[in-house]
């Protein structure tokens, strides 16, 4: 298996823009995560599902994230509109069968916001 | 006060050295991960353990529940092992992580 593939690798954009990160799971994995790693807050869960349905978003810093995950093997987080804080390393992971199990990180997209 | 708290934050010894990583908790949880960055930023899951002691290599981790502690051990270290090391608690499906672990070892 090729692992968790996450897309583009890095983005630069301007404030305001629109930009929406992907992530391809691990085949047959049921849990997808979105995690954000800045230096000031480490790692953070933004939001996570479960057989393609959000379970907890309340890690999503302000209505202006979205993360949808409309089948088992495609997940989006889009930041509409970008701000400079927003700049930080976006993570996806996924897991097999229950949240009790390893998580397998993607590279992260290095998202800088000008 | 952080939910979950490691030291030291950094630390550097030299190839061959014995080192110990420590994690504090103040939550309850269902399991206790530790994780491993590189400097090219790819994060790699090293252990996820409920009870005892889990060994890897030259990787040891061990969890106290009762303490609400863990420790990460790496026997004879090379520096191949420089890295940030990462210790996350598991709630339910949640993750709370702690600050991570600056490693360097030196040949």
């Known amino acids: 298996d090729a692992g968790v593939i996450q897309s583009p690798r890095h983005e630069v954009t301007e404030m305001g823009q629109e930009v929406t990160l992907r992530c391809k799971p691990i085949?047959?994995?049921?849990?997808l995560f979105w995690y954000r790693q800045t230096m000031m807050r480490g790692l953070e869960l933004l939001i996570y599902?479960?057989?393609?349905?959000?379970?907890?978003d309340s890690g999503m810093p302000e209505d202006r994230f979205s993360a949808k995950m409309p089948n088992a093997s495609f997940s989006t987080l889009k930041i509409q509109p970008s701000e400079p804080r927003d700049s930080a390393v976006y993570f996806c992971?996924?897991?097999?069968?229950?949240?009790?199990?390893?998580?397998?990180f993607g590279p992260g997209t290095r998202l800088t916001v000008l | 006060k952080n939910e979950v708290e490691q030291s030291p934050q950094n630390l550097t010894a030299q190839e061959g050295e014995f080192i110990t990583i420590n994690c504090s908790y103040s939550?309850?949880?269902?399991?206790l991960h530790w994780l491993q960055q590189h400097p090219g930023g790819g994060i790699v899951s090293l252990f996820m353990l409920s009870s005892g002691k889990k060994k890897h290599g030259r990787l040891i981790a061990t969890i106290n529940i009762q303490e609400k502690h863990s420790s990460l051990h790496i026997t004879a270290s090379h520096p191949r092992d420089s890295a940030v090391y990462i210790c996350?608690?598991?709630?339910?499906?949640?993750?709370?992580f702690g600050e991570g672990t600056q490693l360097t070892v030196n040949p």
């Open positions: 599902f479960n057989n393609n349905v959000p379970i907890d």
């Open positions: 939550v309850g949880i269902s399991a």
């Open positions: 996350a608690v598991g709630s339910g499906s949640r993750l709370t």
């Open positions: 085949s047959g994995h049921d849990y």
């Open positions: 992971a996924s897991s097999l069968a229950d949240a009790y199990n390893e998580q397998f």
